[in-house]
């Protein structure tokens, strides 16, 4: 059975970093997409980056490049995502999800596994 398990949110100032951590197991990920999303209250769900376990190809919304970076430790079967230059509106629950998949989709609905999601407020 898969397991993502999210960590590393928290309460930060605008301009300020944080570091989450997905880790994943209950099988091998070597052929799966693993993806980023987060969801504002009263939001959709959005993406937010992936990255293709084997390979390492990444992908980022436009509204995170340059900000984000997306990585995955194959040794720890964790993928990261590093926020720099956190914004208010980044505030969200972050979500870690996996896929089995060629591509790297950039919406919801072809990832099959979900985590409980980890929470992060980015005061002005």
């Known amino acids: 059975q898969v397991q993502l398990v999210e960590s590393g949110g928290g309460l930060v100032q605008a301009g300020g970093s944080l570091r989450l951590s997905c880790a994943a197991s209950g099988r091998t990920f070597s052929s799966y997409v693993m993806g980023w999303f987060r969801q504002a209250p009263g939001k959709e769900r959005e993406f937010v980056a992936a990255i293709r376990w084997s390979g390492g190809s990444t992908y980022y919304a436009d509204s995170v490049k340059g900000r984000f970076t997306i990585s995955r430790d194959n040794l720890k079967n964790t993928v990261y995502l590093q926020m720099n230059s956190l914004k208010p509106e980044d505030t969200a629950v972050y979500y870690c999800?996996?896929?089995?998949?060629?591509?790297?989709?950039?919406?919801?609905?072809?990832?099959?596994?979900w985590g409980q999601g980890t929470q992060v407020t980015v005061s002005s």
């Open positions: 999800a996996a896929t089995r998949s060629f591509t790297i989709p950039t919406t919801r609905g072809p990832y099959d596994y």
